[in-house]
């Protein structure tokens, strides 16, 4: 089990348009002070532990691309407090490095060390940079069509083509009654999202007509469209 | 753990070529420390700790910019004077090959550490700093 980041201080991020030759398109650079309160034992004994940091809770809900992501990563001890009745102390950050995770959301994963009497290892700081390629949103709507089955259709279109293995939008909804698929694909070589049909369960809706918003987003932007869910008496 | 090297290039439009991103933790070097403040200058080849680099850079055409931070710290309650700082890291371009050169100072140690070539009063540099973790960004023209 992984010791839990209790918080990070001044996460920041910078997203920089990558207009070069190449695929890749987007460099974010990631940084911030987490907060990990890593407390040694009374004993003067040297223990580790691992702490994981997922990027995307604290810099706002980023998706990167598994395939087409590349990080580097830099963590150091940024808090530290041990008392002078220790035989050794020791701070360290003795590992670090970020990956992109099955959810496509970024995660540092760090070991730590920490050894003395009252020892503790409180905040490292981070820097992590991610290279990627991700075509921006340029439209993006939702309506609803009744038949031959009730459905919310999506109509997306990206402002290029997208590459590698396409380019995964992310879709959301704060109304609980529209279930939606967590992500949809626009493939490669492809603008456009040509049909995605979600089938609408009118049951969950009242009679009448019911007004939702769904956001469509990937690393680089975000849309959202607005419909009217309609349920016949 | 040392030598986690990381890295990667962005490919760059005229009047420059790649953008490299290096990150990582030093591996330790030879060491310094005792009871007095001491300082000591690490050189580290960055060329062959990083792979992604290219070996013949030029140093006319050729930007870098380097952090280095304090990673991994030790020592004991022996001492009534600690220290543990990064005072300067600069870099060379030698023979294609990218070097970090970084000073680092420290106080205090271990004293029955085994000594750096015989010299009394010095220690094992992972006595008091063992691992330095690095930033640097190299910009590159054709």
Redesign the interface.
């Given at each position: 089990m992984a010791l839990n980041v209790l918080k990070v201080f001044s996460p920041q991020t910078l997203d920089a348009v990558?207009?070069?030759?190449?695929l890749?398109n987007r460099?974010f650079v990631f940084t911030g002070i987490a907060e990990i309160e890593f407390s040694a034992p009374g004993n003067n004994k040297l223990v580790h532990d691992v702490v994981e940091l997922v990027l995307s809770d604290w810099h706002g809900d980023i998706h990167l691309d598994l395939e087409n992501t590349?990080?580097?990563?830099?963590?150091?001890?940024a808090s530290m407090h041990a008392d002078?009745?220790?035989?050794?102390?020791?701070?360290?950050?003795?590992?670090?490095?970020a990956f992109v995770t099955e959810e496509d959301r970024p995660k540092l994963r760090v070991?730590v060390?920490v050894?003395g009497d009252k020892g503790v290892l409180s905040r490292i700081?981070y820097?992590v940079?991610a290279?990627t390629t991700s075509i921006p949103i340029k439209s993006f709507d939702v309506r609803e069509v009744l038949r031959p089955v009730p459905e919310l259709v999506i109509s997306l279109v990206l402002s290029q083509n997208a590459v590698g293995k396409g380019e995964d939008i992310y879709l959301t909804s704060l109304d609980s009654r529209l279930t939606l698929p967590f992500k949809v694909t626009v493939p490669a070589g492809s603008d456009t999202l040509a049909s995605a049909g979600i089938v609408l369960h009118l049951e969950s809706f009242p009679v009448g007509d019911t007004l939702v918003h769904v956001k469509a987003s990937n690393a680089v932007s975000e849309k959202t469209a607005s419909t009217i869910i309609h349920r016949a008496v | 753990m040392a030598d986690d090297a990381q890295g990667f290039s962005i490919a760059l439009d005229a009047p420059f070529s790649g953008l490299f991103v290096l990150t990582g933790v030093l591996p330790d070097q030879t060491g310094f420390g005792s009871d007095d403040l001491e300082t000591f200058r690490a050189q580290y080849n960055l060329s062959e700790l990083q792979r992604v680099l290219p070996r013949n850079l030029s140093p006319d055409k050729t930007t870098v910019n380097a952090a280095v931070g304090l990673s991994s710290i030790n020592n004991c309650d022996d001492f009534n004077e600690w220290t543990f700082a990064v005072d300067e890291v600069t870099h060379e371009i030698k023979d294609g090959n990218l070097l970090l050169n970084i000073v680092i100072a420290g106080q205090g140690g271990q004293p029955d550490a085994v000594p750096i070539g015989g010299t009394p009063g010095l220690v094992f540099v992972g006595d008091v700093i063992k691992n330095l973790a690095y930033h640097v960004t190299v910009l590159t023209k054709p």
């Open positions: 990558l207009a070069g030759p190449g890749s460099l590349e990080l580097t990563t830099a963590v150091w001890p002078d009745d220790a035989t050794q102390v020791t701070w360290a950050v003795d590992d670090a490095f070991i060390a050894q700081g820097e940079f290279r | -």
